[in-house]
Structures are given as structure tokens and as C-alpha cells.
């Protein structure tokens, strides 16, 4: 699950570094998967929503047994 967890963070990770960021994986448990947001992600006030809206949503589309993704 960890490696489908990390090609699908890939695919989204080019237009996170388009605006300065990125993405860490931290752990995937139980269908919850816990991701750390660096550079400009880190400190923008608009982090909740991309993540949620686009990296959870993305993740969830990929694989259906994920339950959520948090903010470690």
C-alpha cells in the first residue's frame, strides 16, 4: 500500500513544486495516510484545502482504501 501510496503522491507532486512546495510521506496505517507539506505548502494559508481537496481526493480516486489523509 506504501508504494501505491508514493506513485500516486508523484503524480501530483510536480504542481505542488510548480508553487514552490511539496509533498513527504509519513505513514500510511489503517487506511490513513499522513503526509508532511514542505516549502511554500508549509506555512500557506490555502495547505488544508490542497490537502484535502486535492491530495486526499487524489489519493482516494487511486486507491479506494484509503480512508483519509492528515497533516503529520
Not at 506513485?7 to 509519513?26: F, H, M, T, W, Y
Not at 491530495?55 to 489523509?69: M, T
Amino acid at each position: 500500500m506504501k508504494e501505491k501510496v508514493k506513485a500516486a503522491l508523484d503524480k501530483i507532486r510536480p504542481s505542488l513544486q510548480a508553487d514552490g512546495g511539496n509533498v513527504e510521506l509519513v505513514s500510511v496505517k489503517d487506511g490513513v495516510v499522513k503526509v508532511r507539506l514542505t516549502g511554500a505548502c508549509a506555512g500557506c494559508p490555502m495547505s488544508q484545502m490542497t490537502l484535502k481537496m486535492g491530495i486526499e481526493r487524489l489519493l482516494k480516486k487511486e486507491i479506494p482504501e484509503i480512508k483519509s489523509v492528515e497533516a503529520a
